[in-house]
């Protein structure tokens, strides 16, 4: 028992989830469920990302809109002036991330807990302004990508595998790490790094290599979310919003653990869609996200898998660690 | 000869000199204590060892290495290992990753290994049977008592094998029992050629375990030696009661 159950389990959603654009033929709202599907996946990407440097590390960052707008500006510069796929270049533009985040962690990590936040929000708001007076990628204006010039359920469905690749990448990344000596350093880290550094680990180096590896998915997802929008602003990517989102999902579910970012993603996007979809566009959708972080973290106070395995009553379908 | 050399050590916080000219060296192979009023400036002495703060001047020699202002990470590499005054576990991970955290991997490679090699764990529970807490390997170190804590982390400090260690008040807490117990592993570990070098106020550990005594007092030494010797000595009745 035990371990084959939930392999199978997870393998037969997998499955499905690889199938679902088949059903093109059979379902009317097609385009509509693809498109709810790439935002959860785009999210589960990003948050699980997100997960290696706020989760595991301790360090919550608020400017991983940076590494969004970098994947979907890298890529969709790369596409107008190139004419490059942007599912060619994805890769690329997290690798990119990745040199950036070397780069500015090497920067921002040097400050701890308040101070840190603070220096990713100004990170976050620099690139902001940075990009809105760039005109060579469109500035406040925005920046058109051509279409892709697939037919449009076509088109959908490779979005819609290429998020997957990319949120099925990110939780395998996050596992891994999780399960690594340096996934063990960095919870250590989390816990009291004072005395992770007098027990021999070099607590920057973790820190800042962690920051740089969480950026990689986040950009990734940032490209094919742009290629998909085929219109890009700094607000798509670069909102407060957004920067909170980042945050918002993993405490959700249940921050430094390997299912929370995936199960707080699909709770939030589909609780956001549900309510849009019975309340139309109202801000509604706004009070029923706040209504589900206030009871989930009422009850769940670690987040729903964290205040489980606390007690544990975390179901094996749930435990990724 | 020496294996810890702590020379002209100064520490300023501010307008306050915390440590003031300190010198002196722990032998190889001994268990040398280091006491002093409240305020003397023992565990700033240690943090400085130990790489947590950084002096103002001075230097620390281990063996032919200098250990002056290496980041704490480093010093433990080079076989310096610390306790500290209030036991601090890392409480979410269980008494077994506590342990092997201590003993970090070295290089990228070796980072990226699974968390806990099978070899890391048998050494880990040799280790936490060693000071008799085997039972509890798997157990969330919070869970744990005061004293059991204490123990976690005596036993951590061992993982990478090192050559010095510094415990900081190891009787800080702990009951009579448990004490003798404690002292009784260092002896063990002091016989099979760990160096100690201990800040201690409960006097009668001192007196029974130190081969050497250094007694500090306004963050300079007083005056060092064998037990006996410093027990009878006037300065450091002065220095402790203010008689003499």
């Known amino acids: ?321 | 000869m020496p294996l810890l050399e702590v020379r002209d050590l100064i520490k300023d916080f501010g307008g306050l000199r915390a440590v003031d000219g300190c010198s002196f060296s722990v032998e190889s192979g001994s268990i040398t204590s280091l006491i002093g009023p409240n305020g003397a400036g023992k565990t700033t002495v240690f943090n400085i060892i130990s790489g947590t703060i950084k002096p103002t001047s001075g230097r620390v020699l281990l063996g032919d290495a200098d250990l002056t202002g290496q980041a704490p990470h480093a010093i433990t590499r080079h076989g310096v290992g610390r306790t500290f005054q209030i036991a601090r576990e890392l409480g979410d991970m269980t008494v077994v990753e506590n342990m092997v955290v201590a003993a970090p991997a070295r290089g990228l490679l070796s980072v990226l290994r699974r968390d806990i090699l099978a070899r890391e764990r048998s050494r880990a529970m040799e280790l936490l049977d060693f000071v008799g807490i085997a039972h509890l390997a798997d157990e969330q170190a919070k869970n744990l008592s005061y004293g059991q804590k204490k123990l976690l982390e005596f036993a951590a400090v061992l993982m990478p094998a090192p050559r010095l260690v510094l415990l900081d008040e190891p009787s800080g807490g702990v009951n009579p029992a448990l004490l003798e117990h404690i002292s009784a592993r260092i002896e063990d570990l002091n016989r099979s050629g760990v160096t100690f070098l201990i800040v201690e106020h409960n006097m009668e550990l001192v007196m029974r375990l130190s081969h050497t005594v250094v007694v500090m007092a306004h963050g300079d030494v007083l005056t060092h030696g064998p037990p006996d010797a410093v027990q009878v000595d006037d300065a450091v009745l002065d220095a402790y009661l203010g008689v003499a």
């Open chain 1, 1 to 321: 028992m035990g371990r084959t159950p939930r392999g199978l389990v997870l393998g037969a959603l997998l499955l499905a989830l690889l199938a679902t654009p088949l059903s093109a033929p059979f379902l009317d709202s097609y385009n509509y469920v693809l498109q709810v599907m790439i935002v959860m996946f785009m999210w589960i990407a990003m948050t699980s990302s997100w997960n290696i440097i706020g989760g595991f590390a301790g360090y919550t960052s608020l400017g991983h809109g940076v590494f969004f707008a970098l994947g979907g500006y890298l890529s969709g510069s790369l596409f107008v002036y190139l004419g490059l796929s942007p599912f060619l270049t994805a890769p690329l533009a997290g690798l990119v991330a990745v040199g950036v985040g070397l780069l500015v962690g090497l920067i921002t990590l040097r400050t701890r807990g308040p101070s840190f936040i603070i220096s990713t929000i100004a990170l976050l708001l620099m690139t902001n302004l940075l990009i809105n007076n760039w005109q060579f990628v469109g500035g406040a204006n925005g920046m058109s990508l051509p279409l892709p010039t697939l037919p449009l359920a076509a088109a959908k469905a490779s979005f819609y595998y290429a998020m997957l690749v990319a949120a099925v990448g990110s939780v395998y990344l996050a596992y891994r790490v999780k399960r690594s000596k340096f996934g063990l350093g960095l919870r250590a880290v989390a816990e009291d790094e004072t005395k992770a550094e007098v027990a021999g680990i070099n607590t920057r180096m973790y820190k800042i290599a962690a920051f740089a590896l969480s950026a990689f998915f986040v950009a990734v997802a940032g490209a094919v979310w742009a290629y998909s929008l085929a219109y890009l602003r700094p607000v798509t990517f670069l909102s407060i919003a957004i920067a909170a989102d980042f945050v918002l999902m993993p405490i959700l579910g249940g921050r430094g653990t390997v299912a929370g970012p995936v199960l707080g993603s699909v709770l939030i996007v589909g609780v956001n869609e549900l309510s849009v979809a019975y309340f139309g566009g109202t801000a509604l959708n706004l009070v029923a996200t706040g209504a589900l972080l206030l009871v989930v973290l009422l009850f769940f106070p670690q987040g729903i898998v964290g205040t489980l395995r606390q007690h544990r009553r975390l179901p094996r379908i749930l435990d990724w660690d």
